[in-house]
């Protein structure tokens, strides 16, 4: 049996919700695991599974925890006889926004070649941007919403309504819907405290919503059930996270096999494409008509989607038996000794 560890927290507007979907995840993981937090100031500390408890991170208290440091395959803590790392297999990478699915924790993992279930740099990047996501819909032949990109001052030319995002922000943070033009500055205001680029999209009534969670292990997809979210008029942030803290029983949609295999075929345009591999995403889709189209991408999604699967920690460990490989580049200096010896041994 694989020794996992969660990696959470992190300097992000979404630093909160990474510690709930920890602690979520913390009860509904059928194997222990060990969990890494990274804090504000983005120093990485191990806590005990008794401390994992939302007061313990809000009060400070983990600084009572060992502070860790990155090594060659593992996180370690300094002892007195030097470095002991901890012994995990694989971890998972559960930062939300910024830090988590910017690539900049799987950059990290990476460079030190430390085992881990997450997005990979490239598509941490294509997917941490709602622009780039986009695109890379595009590239993957998935239909989008229509859509600009603005900056402060810039003039917007959709006509109304419209809905406003932060184009680097998830969780539903800093969105608005637009219907009149005396709610447009307001609307601005809250998204651009958050970013300093907004999506806009027309505001559709009505427009169907699937969420679907899954990722390619052992030579193949493996699929959440389809879940249609409750919401009002968008998914909220309330309406979105008190959906991955509930019960924990799937919320599958009632949908016809029809639907569910263009859901299933859109998702795996954008994992192949998006090259996702080594990640247990969800895609949020919409359905207007016959057709499908993809709202967000989502790399780290919340608590990891466990809530839409029957064997969660069963796809967990399928998914840590067919994580990407690094290249092993040897370097052997040939080149500079080859030069050395041609120039009579100095080379400066």
């Known amino acids: 049996m694989k020794n996992?560890?969660?990696?959470?927290?992190?300097?992000?507007?979404?630093?909160?919700?990474?510690?709930v979907s920890a602690v979520v995840l913390k009860n509904v993981f059928k194997h222990d695991l060990s969990f890494i937090f990274c804090d504000k100031d983005r120093q990485f500390y191990?806590?005990?599974?008794?401390?994992?408890?939302?007061?313990?991170?809000?009060?400070?208290?983990?600084?009572?925890?060992?502070?860790?440091?990155?090594?060659?395959?593992?996180?370690?803590?300094?002892?007195?006889?030097?470095?002991?790392?901890?012994?995990?297999?694989v971890?998972?990478?559960?930062?939300?926004?910024?830090?988590?699915?910017?690539?900049?924790?799987?950059?990290?993992?990476?460079?030190?070649?430390?085992?881990?279930?997450?997005?990979?740099?490239?598509?941490?990047?294509?997917?941490?941007?709602?622009?780039?996501?986009?695109?890379?819909?595009?590239?993957?032949?998935?239909k989008t919403l229509p859509y600009e990109l603005i900056k402060r001052g810039e003039a917007i030319k959709t006509n109304l309504p419209i809905i406003l995002k932060?184009?680097?922000?998830?969780?539903?943070?800093?969105?608005?819907?637009?219907?009149?033009?005396?709610?447009?500055?307001?609307?601005?205001?809250?998204?651009?405290?958050?970013?300093?680029?907004?999506?806009?999209?027309?505001?559709?009534?009505?427009?169907?919503?699937?969420?679907?969670?899954g990722c390619y292990a052992g030579g193949k997809f493996i699929f959440s059930v389809v879940e249609e979210p409750m919401k009002k008029e968008f998914l909220s942030f309330d309406e979105k996270y008190l959906s991955f803290m509930g019960d924990g029983k799937p919320r599958k949609a009632t949908i016809s096999v029809e639907l569910e295999n263009k859901l299933k075929d859109a998702f795996e345009k954008i994992y192949r494409v998006g090259n996702f591999y080594g990640a247990l995403i969800r895609c949020d889709f919409f359905v207007l008509g016959d057709e499908v189209y993809i709202n967000e991408i989502n790399p780290n999604p919340g608590s990891?989607?466990?809530?839409?699967?029957?064997?969660?920690?069963?796809?967990?460990d399928a998914l840590s038996d067919s994580l990407p490989r690094n290249k092993n580049i040897k370097i052997d200096y040939k080149f500079i000794n080859s030069i050395t010896h041609s120039k009579g041994g100095k080379l400066s």
Do not use: C, W
Request: glycine residues 8%.
């Open 4 to 19: 996992y560890a969660v990696i959470f927290g992190a300097k992000s507007y979404e630093h909160e919700i990474s510690i």
């Open 46 to 89: 191990l806590i005990q599974s008794q401390n994992m408890k939302a007061s313990y991170f809000s009060s400070g208290e983990y600084k009572k925890s060992k502070k860790l440091i990155l090594s060659k395959g593992d996180f370690a803590i300094h002892g007195f006889f030097g470095l002991k790392k901890l012994g995990v297999d």
């Open 91 to 142: 971890y998972i990478n559960l930062v939300h926004g910024m830090d988590g699915e910017d690539g900049k924790i799987s950059a990290l993992l990476d460079f030190y070649e430390i085992s881990y279930i997450g997005p990979r740099l490239e598509a941490s990047v294509l997917s941490f941007s709602k622009f780039l996501s986009k695109n890379l819909a595009k590239n993957a032949e998935v």
């Open 166 to 213: 932060p184009s680097h922000l998830g969780s539903s943070i800093g969105i608005s819907i637009v219907k009149d033009s005396s709610e447009l500055e307001y609307a601005l205001d809250v998204a651009f405290e958050f970013d300093d680029e907004v999506l806009v999209e027309p505001f559709m009534s009505g427009i169907k919503e699937y969420n679907l969670a």
């Open 304 to 316: 990891l989607a466990n809530y839409l699967f029957d064997d969660f920690t069963g796809v967990v």
